[in-house]
């Protein structure tokens, strides 16, 4: 199995990219395609930027793909970035939640005093 650094994985996207550390056995090093299918099968539920990984790779339409794959070291400081991001995003769902019901609930003679 060959190590690499995660360059990029987007959830939403359900793919992203691996830089690997040391060439295949074809001597390719370029970057390997990894999709959540692959994540699923090994039971991770995310990647974030700059983590380390294990990853075994075979060629799929002309491209690299990741075939198992397994984390070796998660980068903390990522992992905490992603948390804010996401803890951020829900707040600002409920607080447009909040205005919506705000709205609602005025009826028809908000502009009378």
Wanted: proline fraction near 2%; hydrophobic fraction near 30%.
């Amino acid at each position: 199995m060959r190590q690499g650094k995660v360059k990029w994985y987007n959830g939403k996207k359900c793919f992203g990219f691996i830089s690997p550390d040391t060439p295949n056995e074809d001597g390719n090093t370029d970057d390997v395609f990894v999709h959540s299918s692959s994540l699923k099968a090994a039971g991770i539920r995310f990647l974030n930027e700059n983590d380390i990984v294990e990853f075994e790779d075979e060629v799929r339409n002309d491209k690299l793909s990741v075939t198992t794959i397994n984390l070796i070291q998660r980068d903390e400081e990522a992992a905490r970035q992603f948390q804010e991001r996401r803890a951020e995003r829900r707040r600002a769902i409920e607080e447009r939640k909040q205005r919506k019901e705000k709205s609602s609930r005025r009826g028809f003679a908000f502009w009378k005093k």
